[in-house]
């Protein structure tokens, strides 16, 4: 990588669940980029296929010599999002973290688009962007989720809703710590460090443009509902009460919007309203 850049990590998360064609698409997107990551931390969450292994092993040999380090962490019971997270996070070796997950695709500029922006703006903790969402190929667009700009405007709709696409994010390792670093929270935990870092009084900065195109089906939206959904929420919600981010007017909309959402519809019906609503 040219020095003009400062050194990054790149932490990845993999689990059984992941299908490997799409784990594979998604580390090479990591790799063709037009600023390449030093380093990329994999924690494998529990047991894993023999393809998804392969996967791993294939790109081992690939980069055994190059300029990217690719070091592999595996945990021999799956811990969930959270801890996996966390595990991986504590183990990348630079100040400079980017988060991408298994089975979406970053965009080439990705990474030298948030270089950029993190260099020219000091004060800012974390960069995320838009996402463009997708059904077989990037082509196949079926909806955006796009998120503000500027700090204050996160911070305001942080009241609302989680304010950055978890899967675009950068951020500088020792403001994230600072925080309490990713704690578990179930299918929350991206939502509670935000919630974290706002309240320690860290910056945030989102990019206009789309950095990952993200893998979207019926299952992604059954994870989205349920009464354990709806409970772990609940929970963050009351957390927010109790913190003074929210008032109890904010409260009770937040929580009756989710109830209905997560609990009363139906996953077709929820899939619409998030496509409509939640997203562009």
Known sequence: MSSIWKKFSVAMCVYGGDASAFFDAALRSVIDQTVQPDEIVLTVDGPIPCDT?????????????????????????????????????????????????????SVPERFEKQLRYLARYPEISIVGGQIYEFIDTPEHCVGKRLVPEKDAEIKAYMKKRCPMNQMTVMFRKTDVVTAGGYLDWYCEEDYYLWLRMALAGYRFGNLEENLVN?????????????????LSEAKLQKFMLCKGVINLP??????????????????????????????S
């Open 214 to 230: 993200v893998r979207v089906n019926a299952e992604l939206y059954r994870r989205r509902g349920g009464i354990k959904y709806f």
């Open 250 to 279: 904010r409260y009770i909309v937040n929580v009756s919007e989710r109830f209905i959402l997560q609990v009363i519809m139906t996953n077709r019906l929820r899939g619409a309203v998030f496509q409509k609503f939640a997203r």
């Open 53 to 105: 292994q392969n996967v791993i092993d294939r790109y081992a040999r690939e980069l055994t010599g190059s300029s990217i380090t690719f070091k592999t962490v595996y945990l021999s019971r799956n811990r969930g999002h959270g801890e996996a997270r966390r595990v991986c996070f504590e183990n990348c070796s630079y100040e400079l973290v980017a988060l991408m997950d298994a089975d979406d695709l």
